[in-house]
């Protein structure tokens, strides 16, 4: 499980493995106690750690974490996140979209907005045809629709503006 994890304006890539994890492609050797619900003795590296969970925000994925002291916001973004990202697209509530990508190359089989056509979050906007399935692209939030920037059966490349919004 791909993560990504910032803190301090540094970020680590995190895979989450079955038997092992891994921090920017290098295994993680750890040992980790629980102490309280919210606290851990932790050892690496032949050093000891307190760690504390202070804030855990599990919808925004921010935590507010102290270790040995010390405090970090870490905020993580999961593979969703990430290819939400990609696309031009944001989970985040609250930010203004302003276009929706192609999330693969295939086929424009289906266009269901037009232009000035006000959408919602979740709002079918478009089908995407590739490798075979049809892919409903909804609307990552609330907007008016600006501009459609592909035609019906247009062939689409990964990342390619399908649609603005205003």
Same mark, same amino acid.
């Given at each position: 499980?791909?993560?990504?994890?910032?803190?301090?304006?540094?970020?680590?890539?995190?895979?989450?493995?079955?038997?092992?994890?891994?921090?920017?492609?290098?295994?993680?050797?750890?040992?980790?106690?629980?102490?309280?619900?919210?606290?851990?003795?932790?050892?690496?590296?032949?050093?000891?750690?307190?760690?504390?969970?202070?804030?855990?925000?599990?919808?925004?994925?921010?935590?507010?974490?102290?270790?040995?002291?010390?405090?970090?916001?870490?905020?993580?973004?999961?593979?969703?996140?990430?290819?939400?990202?990609?696309? =031009?697209?944001? *989970?985040?509530? $609250?930010?203004? #979209?302003?276009?929706?990508? !192609?999330?693969?190359?295939?086929? /424009? %089989?289906?266009?269901?907005?037009?232009? =000035?056509?006000? *959408?919602?979050? $979740?709002?079918? #906007?478009?089908?995407?045809? !590739?490798?075979?399935?049809?892919? /409903? %692209?909804?609307?990552?939030?609330?907007?008016?629709?600006?501009?459609?920037?592909?035609?019906?059966?247009?062939?689409?490349?990964?990342?390619?503006?399908?649609?603005?919004?205003?």
């Amino acid at each position: 499980m791909l993560q990504v994890i910032t803190a301090n304006e540094k970020k680590w890539q995190v895979d989450i493995k079955k038997d092992e994890i891994l921090v920017d492609d290098i295994a993680f050797d750890w040992d980790l106690h629980p102490l309280q619900p919210n606290k851990f003795h932790i050892i690496r590296n032949n050093k000891s750690y307190v760690a504390e969970v202070i804030k855990a925000d599990f919808k925004q994925k921010s935590f507010l974490i102290k270790i040995n002291g010390n405090q970090y916001e870490l905020n993580i973004k999961d593979r969703f996140d990430l290819l939400l990202e990609k696309m =031009g697209m944001s *989970v985040d509530e $609250g930010i203004k #979209i302003n276009e929706v990508k !192609a999330p693969m190359p295939g086929l /424009i %089989i289906s266009i269901k907005v037009e232009p =000035g056509q006000t *959408v919602k979050k $979740g709002d079918p #906007i478009l089908i995407l045809e !590739a490798m075979k399935m049809e892919n /409903i %692209i909804k609307s990552p939030g609330d907007g008016i629709v600006k501009a459609i920037k592909v035609k019906l059966r247009d062939n689409v490349e990964k990342n390619q503006v399908l649609i603005q919004f205003g």
